[in-house]
């Protein structure tokens, strides 16, 4: 018994320094866990054609990075471009749309308004300030290239062990469950199946939200559609933000500029399709393949963004997922145990 308890303090002991050791690359690993978890049916149709499991998990790892990487390099150098553009362009363009709008309204209201000079001077400090952070951190932007690299590297390294490792991974864990082998295999089914549909909901969600975005931005004679397509991506992504912070001000530029129609049409637009796929398709992704409560998706989003960052998305909701199915575990255990 005392050994038993000896064992227990080194077990825990040994498992705090672990995750300390691991606590930089966490993100990385739980990124790489879930991207394997995604794409593992892929990798078993590779594996049974190719009959190799590193060449497999190998070919994959190809192909994500021709999918995903090579396009958002694409899509970094050409948003950070058309930003560029537009802190280097920004102050004329704006003083002349704020002018109109404040001539507009003289000749409605018949009074004397005078906020575009007061406007102007805000608009030259504020994208002067912009310049200054630019130049004062361009030379953090090597750390930063340096650190998605090795970060990325690392994700790609850790997947391809997790492909040809997996399952024999996935079987280690389960032997030092101390439960019995159906309520291991339920919770261990339980996480496959959130990770699936919380990735599926929330990036078909955003990358849905983005073509419609940049379609809608396209048609209606927005600049920089490129841009704006992928900050409506990412801000769907934001719980309680969501694509609005994007398309309400792309409608107001629209009507500064004289195109009221166009404003009013891409408002409407943008709430009938591109708000409305995050009340439909979202929950029904997650809902389906998960059957989680829209309740335990944003208590679990809010508190894993805050604690771990973006792979908070993923890792919150799992956590709330996993304590109540263990919740139900533990009740369907004691009632066996009664009976």
């Given at each position: ?150 970060g990325a590297s ?103 500029n004289g195109n ?80």
């Amino acid at each position: 018994m005392k050994d038993d308890k000896v064992l227990l303090i080194l077990l825990g002991a040994m498992a705090v320094i672990s995750v300390l050791l691991l606590m930089p690359f966490l993100s990385y690993a739980l990124f790489a866990i879930t991207l394997a978890v995604i794409s593992y049916p892929l990798y078993t149709r590779f594996k049974s054609s190719l009959k190799f499991a590193p060449l497999s998990a190998i070919v994959l790892i190809i192909l994500l990075i021709l999918i995903i990487i090579i396009p958002s390099i694409y899509i970094t150098i050409t948003v950070f471009n058309q930003a560029r553009d537009i802190i280097t362009n920004i102050g004329a363009s704006q003083f002349k749309d704020v002018q109109q709008l404040e001539a507009t309204l003289n000749g409605v209201l018949g009074v004397q308004l005078n906020f575009a000079t007061p406007f102007r001077i805000w608009i030259l400090d504020f994208s002067s300030t912009i310049r200054s952070y630019i130049l004062a951190n361009i030379f953090d932007l090597t750390k930063y290239i340096i650190n998605f690299l090795a970060g990325a590297s690392l994700t790609l390294f850790i997947m391809f062990y997790l492909f040809v490792d997996g399952k024999e991974i996935v079987e280690s864990l389960k032997s030092h469950f101390p439960i019995e082998d159906e309520y291991k295999n339920r919770l261990f089914s339980r996480a496959y199946r959130t990770i699936q549909g919380l990735f599926l909901g929330f990036f078909l969600t955003a990358l849905l939200q983005g073509m419609l975005g940049g379609l809608g931005y396209f048609l209606f004679g927005v600049p920089n559609v490129i841009l704006l397509s992928v900050l409506t991506a990412a801000f769907s992504l934001v719980p309680f933000i969501g694509p609005p912070i994007v398309y309400v001000p792309a409608s107001i530029y629209l009507m500064l500029n004289g195109n009221t129609l166009a404003g009013v049409g891409l408002f409407l637009y943008s709430i009938l399709l591109i708000s409305n796929i995050d009340n439909i398709v979202r929950p029904w992704v997650v809902r389906f393949r998960s059957k989680i409560h829209p309740l335990s998706v944003i208590l679990g989003v809010i508190g894993g963004i805050s604690i771990l960052g973006f792979i908070g998305l993923f890792v919150g909701p799992l956590i709330i997922t996993l304590f109540l199915e263990t919740l139900d575990v533990y009740q369907m255990a004691k009632n066996k145990k009664q009976n």
